[in-house]
């Protein structure tokens, strides 16, 4: 059982905290979040190919509490690739390339096209395109603040593109599909 791994080494820089346990320690319990970790690849797959020895169902996971279901990645067995095998073919490649590479190469090249030269999309905060204000956490929950702001900017009421929107559903509908 390690006491030293705190949440917050977990949260800012868990690559150190992971190479780490790796040469040291490859299975590890850790205190501070409740979880036993694995770090070597081999191990994961052990762990995953003995559903037997290592059951999904676990009801302490904050999942379960989190979306109120018994979700997907916590179901074993039949049950879970009933489950899985049902949403599979969402995810084929010709869905892919039909559905949802058109929506993501348009924001892709919005974004780009918006970019002066020499700027990439790592630098700075999201912002209006009009106005150019900082968007704040309020402005940003995904579909949330569009219905609230009634699909305009609250700080100069331009309108938003309505394309940000049905990305910001497509991505929610697959989130929900991957959880239910």
């Known amino acids: 059982m390690d006491e030293q791994i705190t949440i917050q080494q977990l949260t800012l820089d868990?690559?150190?905290?992971?190479?780490?346990?790796?040469?040291?320690?490859?299975?590890?319990?850790?205190?501070?979040?409740?979880?036993?970790?694995?770090?070597?690849?081999?191990d994961t797959k052990y762990v995953k190919d003995n559903p037997v020895l290592f059951s999904s169902n676990d009801?302490?996971?904050?999942?379960?509490?989190?979306?109120?279901?018994?979700?997907?990645?916590?179901?074993?067995?039949?049950?879970?690739?009933?489950?899985r095998g049902a949403m599979a073919p969402a995810f084929t490649a010709r869905n892919i390339k039909q559905c949802w590479e058109p929506i993501y190469t348009r924001i892709a090249e919005d974004y780009v096209g918006r970019l002066p030269r020499g700027e990439t999309l790592i630098f700075g905060r999201s912002h209006c395109d009009v106005c150019q204000r900082s968007l704040g956490m309020a402005d940003l929950v995904p579909v949330l603040s569009f219905i609230i702001s009634r699909g305009r900017c609250r700080y100069c009421a331009a309108p938003i593109k309505l394309h940000l929107l049905l990305v910001e559903l497509a991505s929610l509908a697959m989130?929900?599909?991957?959880?239910?």
């Open 175 to 180: 989130a929900l599909s991957l959880c239910a």
């Open 59 to 83: 009801p302490n996971t904050p999942m379960q509490r989190a979306f109120r279901a018994h979700t997907l990645m916590r179901k074993d067995g039949a049950e879970h690739a009933a489950e």
């Open 14 to 42: 868990p690559y150190t905290v992971y190479k780490r346990l790796r040469a040291e320690a490859p299975v590890l319990r850790v205190k501070a979040v409740g979880r036993t970790l694995l770090t070597k690849a081999a």
